[in-house]
């Protein structure tokens, strides 16, 4: 298949800039994947539309302030996002401006709270920093890092600042979060209130929680033009033996597994057998869901509208099949539904 296949027109006016005053106030698309149409609701009735037995699946991956931004011992501001954790107090990081992280360059951030040298150049944007600080590097971190927002969330004025972004630290973020370690929330979860989990499990349905971090390889470009040859990068995902006993008894009992977001779905079928029982164990997964994928653990997706010609609209495609979730996307943009990781979002059953 191309990958111009899976193109659609989204007018930058309806990308959601900013997350709603109220978590469960947005639309839902609901999509029927058997009759193969859809129907406008809203979020706030997605517990009338689960039924007692059903399970859904959340991740509970938590966003750290990945994103530092500092100044070269001599001179020039620098900024790194935070990707992968090495041996030796070394990270993987994407940087800028890239001629001001060459191997040697001395780092600070945070008035020198928090210091570093490039070890080495990795390709595609990357270097390999070896950190030093006084005290804990999480609590470094925590203290001067801000939150990591995708580069289509562009605020009036151009302020990023630690102060504009604090907000954020709380909104971009779900109200489960729990295991550290992801640089991107998962925004399907975004919309979800105590309230909403408590009527969830007022009407029978159960919760379970699995744990995939949010990593770079998410929203990695898919720059083959033909989308079989497209790979990812590893992330790390965790399903626990409670969640996986729930999960697999909810499909015994005739029960729907309901994934709350993509990591959860490619957590899911990452730890799934091939008769769709879930097993629990930690990983890494490379997992690339595209069109044809057979499914194993998955009876519905709740998910966020997608980027163009992107990995998880891809594995959106895969699910809904290409042609139906092209469409209830046409039909959102008409509609204006809000798009992206603040936008609104879609069930597929």
């Known amino acids: 298949m191309d ?14 800039q900013r997350p709603l005053a109220e978590r469960d106030s947005s639309r839902l698309l609901v999509v029927d ?12 009735e997605l517990p009338t539309l689960v039924a007692p037995g059903d399970v859904l699946v959340l991740n509970n991956t938590r966003v750290f302030p990945a ?29 800028k401006p890239g001629r001001a992280l060459r191997p040697g360059a001395e780092l600070e951030f945070g008035g020198g709270r928090l210091r570093g040298v490039v070890t080495r150049e990795l390709g595609e944007g990357r270097r390999q920093i070896r950190f030093e600080c006084e005290g804990p590097f999480e609590e470094a971190v925590d203290a001067i890092g801000q939150t990591p927002l995708p580069p289509y969330i562009k605020r009036p004025g151009g302020d990023d600042s630690a102060e504009a972004l604090q907000p954020d630290r709380e909104r ?21 209130t105590p309230r909403v989990l408590g009527e969830l499990r007022a009407r029978g349905a159960a ?28 992330e790390r995902y965790e399903v626990g033996a409670g969640a996986a006993a729930e999960i697999n008894a909810a499909r015994r009992a005739g029960g729907r597994v309901i994934a709350v977001g993509t990591t959860t779905a490619r957590a899911l079928e990452s730890a799934a057998d091939a008769a769709g029982q879930v097993r629990a164990g930690r990983g890494e997964t490379d997992l690339v869901i595209i069109p044809g994928y057979r499914f194993r653990a998955l009876d519905g997706l709740l998910t966020n509208f997608h ?13 809904a099949g290409r042609e139906l979730a092209l469409a209830a996307y046409r039909h959102a943009v008409a509609e204006r539904y809000r798009f992206y990781s603040y936008g609104d979002c879609m069930l597929i059953t």
């Open 3 to 16: 990958l111009a296949e899976f193109n659609y027109d989204l007018p930058a006016e309806i990308i959601a």
């Open 33 to 44: 994947r058997g009759a193969g149409r859809w129907r406008d609701s809203a979020f706030a």
């Open 67 to 95: 994103r530092l931004v500092g100044r070269r011992v001599r001179g020039g501001r620098v900024e790194v996002l935070l990707l992968r954790a090495h041996e030796a107090g070394e990270w993987e990081v994407i940087g």
């Open 172 to 192: 971009y973020q779900t109200v489960y979060a729990r295991e550290r370690g992801a640089i991107a929330a998962p925004t399907a979860g975004l919309h979800f």
């Open 207 to 234: 919760l379970a929680e699995v744990t995939h971090h949010v990593g770079y390889a998410t929203f990695q470009p898919v720059r083959a033009a033909r989308v079989e040859e497209h790979r990812l990068e590893s």
């Open 307 to 319: 980027l163009p010609q992107s990995s998880l609209l891809l594995l959106v495609a895969a699910f």
